[in-house]
């Protein structure tokens, strides 16, 4: 890309405009869906001028039944070499060559997708939803996935299928919603009183990191409360910083990342979050004041109440009775076991079948 930097313009836009004034135009009479979805910081619209430095551009997924490489063909021949000034096709970075590059060379591909809508799911989630959504599907998906999948935008879609599997992953069903909130708040009742014992011991250094797990977790939590996928920890806070509850919980964890006195602010943070849970009706309405844990001298919130209620409240005995670990990426984080979807699938599978 030798020309002068183009203005920037978000990529789901740049896309919505690589599709009305170039693609569509081709597909006339074709019943097809187009739209962006799954990875990259468009999708979420979190991308800015950064982001054009490698994998961003104009790019879509054109959904259709049939004719794929036809269209693929058609739209490699016919595509027009900019839109709103950026290169429309790319190559792979020669210093990177698992990114793609923005180019003018006719040697580029553009950044048009065109796939099976159910071939794509399978891809993306590891199953079809076109199928039904089972229990097994919910566990085994990375909430990132689930994120990617129901975010970014459907331009055009006459084919009805891909609206409709975004729909069937909009949010967890309540019996499922219930499980996903009793384990992170399981994940908090686990390591609540760390914070205070590695102070009284003088971790200062374990303190802070057990401090951070907590608030991580806490953000996770509220963002679970008010129905939204948690995302990957590059976008976590700032997904947080657009909830409800940023707001009033917000500060009390930056806080807590920074006092002398860790374990008062989360015990905080604790009070006002279960205070939001209280309020959601999932569970019955527990005390949301610390307590001391046993009879030491630092304050919990005894999270484990929160997990036994919304646990109670589980009408299906395999999510009720079995082991509370939640979704794989409340037990697992690594970023190259959450990409390998078959093996997490076998082991939520196992979970699943588990008796707690």
């Not at 049939?66 to 000034?85: A, K, M």
């Amino acid at each position: 890309m030798n020309d002068p930097t183009p203005r920037f313009l978000p990529g789901l836009e740049l896309s919505r405009a690589l599709y009305e004034e170039a693609v569509s135009p081709l597909l006339q009479g074709i019943p097809h869906a187009a739209a962006l979805l799954g990875p990259g910081s468009e999708v979420p619209g979190l991308d800015t001028e950064r982001s054009t430095d490698h994998g961003w551009g104009p790019r879509l997924q054109i959904f259709v039944d049939r004719n794929h490489r036809r269209i693929d063909d058609l739209l490699g021949r016919s595509l027009p070499g900019r839109i709103r000034g950026w290169p429309t096709r790319f190559l792979p970075d020669p210093d990177d060559p698992g990114n793609r590059m923005l180019t003018d060379s006719p040697e580029g591909r553009h950044g048009v997708d065109v796939v099976d809508p159910r071939t794509w799911s399978v891809e993306r989630l590891g199953f079809d939803p076109g199928h039904g959504v089972r229990t097994i599907d919910w566990l085994a998906v990375p909430t990132q996935r689930l994120a990617e999948v129901t975010g970014g935008a459907v331009f055009h879609d006459d084919l009805g299928e891909i609206t409709r599997i975004r729909h069937a992953l909009e949010w967890y069903p309540d019996d499922l919603w219930r499980y996903v909130l009793a384990c992170q708040w399981r994940r908090i009742a686990q390591e609540e009183a760390f914070v205070g014992r590695c102070a009284e011991v003088g971790d200062g250094l374990g303190e802070r990191v057990v401090t951070a797990r907590l608030v991580r977790d806490l953000m996770r939590l509220c963002l679970l409360l008010e129905r939204r996928y948690p995302p990957y920890s590059k976008w976590l806070g700032t997904v947080f910083a657009s909830l409800d509850a940023a707001v009033e919980v917000g500060p009390v964890l930056e806080r807590a990342l920074t006092s002398a006195r860790p374990a008062t602010e989360l015990a905080e943070a604790y009070r006002r979050v279960a205070e939001r849970q209280n309020r959601t009706g999932l569970a019955a309405p527990l005390s949301p004041e610390p307590r001391p844990f046993h009879s030491r001298p630092y304050p919990v919130l005894d999270a484990g109440r929160f997990t036994e209620a919304l646990l109670a409240r589980i009408e299906d005995p395999a999510l009720r009775d079995g082991v509370p670990v939640g979704t794989v990426d409340q037990y697992i984080d690594g970023t190259d076991a959450l990409a390998r979807l078959g093996p997490l699938r076998d082991l939520a599978g196992r979970f699943l079948e588990e008796e707690g």
